[in-house]
């Protein structure tokens, strides 16, 4: 795959709007602040295992300033005026062959077909760099995300554990 740094991708959502996939990068720490900010507490929660109140400056270095890989992030943004983050969607590689996914989608956004879409760019990337499953821990409340990869085509297996799935995503296996 060419220079995933320069990842970018035009899609349309489930109801027709046209959304810009690209890669994060250093300078969008400002974007991703205000991204993080707009979440509802609840969604921050499903997000951190916690309610998280803000990203300091090395969070947001960690969160922006990525390898590409080991560690990949896209945002999905709607191309009207600023460039303004609908969601964000990452991998972080651990033992080869397998990386942790995570996403956040503003809440009034959720339900558009964002997540899948994040997911099934980062699976496609995540492919050509030899990763072949995809681990995520999903707090047991959260079924927007749940649906999110049981309806992602791949083969999962979930397991349960004190309010906790872990979900484990086969990327060569729809």
């Given amino acids: 795959m060419a ?3 320069r990842y970018f991708v035009r899609e349309s959502l489930r109801d027709g709007t046209p959304i810009l996939i690209r890669a994060i990068r250093p300078d969008d720490k400002a974007r991703l602040l205000k ?34 890989a080991n560690h990949v992030g896209l945002a ?3 191309e009207a005026g600023d460039e303004r983050f ?23 956004h959720q339900g558009r077909g964002i997540g899948t879409l994040l997911l099934r760019h980062l699976a496609q990337i995540a492919r050509s760099a ?3 499953r ?17 309806n992602s085509g791949f083969l999962t297996h979930d397991s349960y554990e004190s309010g906790v799935v872990r979900v484990t995503l086969d990327l060569d296996r729809s």
């Fill in 134 to 150: 995809f681990s995520a821990v999903v707090m047991g409340d959260n079924k927007q995300m749940l649906e999110v990869f049981a």
């Fill in 86 to 108: 609908i969601g964000v969607g990452r991998y972080l590689r651990g033992d080869a062959p397998e990386a942790e996914v995570a996403f956040a989608v503003l809440d009034e």
């Fill in 3 to 5: 220079d995933v740094s």
């Fill in 76 to 78: 999905a943004i709607i």
């Fill in 130 to 132: 030899g990763i072949r």
């Fill in 35 to 68: 991204h993080f900010q707009s979440l509802s507490d609840l969604s921050k929660y499903h997000r951190f295992f916690g309610l998280k109140r803000t990203l300091d400056e090395l969070d947001l270095r960690h969160l922006t300033e990525l390898d590409f």
